[in-house]
């Protein structure tokens, strides 16, 4: 633990399965709250080698809960310009795991709420334990999901569905969210870590330079027109097929 710190701060550890990086949220005393030291933490484990060597990475936040939301209290007497500074030295810690190359996993048990779920719908895929609960609850001290939660939401739930659990900031279960969408998969009680690892593995047989700008063109997909989609897609696809040899034939024959 870091100088002048305190187990009521919390980590983020990081540990390897084979090719998968699992990083894990602990700051259990405070429900894992995503203070500015703990997005610090967890910018430094998504740049450890661990994380940058994996083909996968699982993020989790242990057996009980995944986290509880960001911890507000420290922003609310921030200035305008502070808040500014925020957003540079840690709150870009939800676009740093989005934008990472490889693909990425939640593991979700217990609340997963505010920050958390930013930081869930930031990953590829989403892994839920029965006992998981989704939400947004920012309206009732008056602000607003601000680090990709909004956007992602509406990607992700589609415009209806996100204004339903964003303004009226209510609480959905697992099975709502699996219903919903907002969940890719629901495991059974208590494995939803060992579930993530495995979906990471599976993902690990894959090519990475596949992985990763496969993951970029579906990302850039959301940004841009059709006709500009596919485009991507078609020298995207050359790129790939030109540049990673997989022993099989290029014959036409074979497409």
Excluded at 75 to 88: D, F, K, N, S
């Amino acid at each position: 633990m870091a100088a002048g710190t305190t187990p009521a701060d919390g980590t983020v550890d990081v540990r390897r399965e084979g090719d998968v990086a699992v990083v894990t949220l602990n700051r259990e005393r405070k429900l894992n709250a995503l203070s500015t030291h703990m997005e610090g933490r967890l910018l430094q484990a998504l740049n450890s080698d661990e994380v940058t060597g994996s083909r996968a990475v699982v993020v989790t936040g242990g057996d009980k809960v995944f986290s509880a939301g960001a911890d507000t209290g420290e922003l609310r007497e921030m200035t305008p310009a502070a808040i500014a500074r925020y957003y540079r030295e840690t709150g870009h810690v939800y676009e740093t795991f989005a934008a990472l190359p490889q693909p990425t996993v939640v593991a979700v048990a217990g609340y997963c709420l505010g920050g958390g779920l930013e930081l869930s719908l930031a990953a590829d895929v989403r892994v839920a334990d029965p006992s998981a609960v989704f939400g947004f609850p920012e309206v009732a001290i008056n602000i607003l999901p601000s680090s990709g939660g909004v956007t992602r939401a509406n990607r992700v739930l589609g415009a209806g569905r996100a204004r339903d659990l964003v303004l009226r900031g209510r609480r959905i279960d697992a099975a709502r969210a699996d219903a919903w969408g907002l969940i890719t998969e629901l495991s059974a009680p208590g494995e939803h870590i060992s579930t993530a690892i495995d979906v990471a593995r599976e993902l690990c047989q894959y090519h990475p330079m596949t992985m990763s700008v496969t993951k970029q063109v579906m990302q850039a997909s959301l940004d841009s027109s059709q006709s500009a989609s596919l485009l991507l897609e078609q020298i995207s696809y050359a790129l790939l097929n030109n540049c990673i040899d997989d022993g099989t034939s290029n014959d036409g024959d074979n497409q």
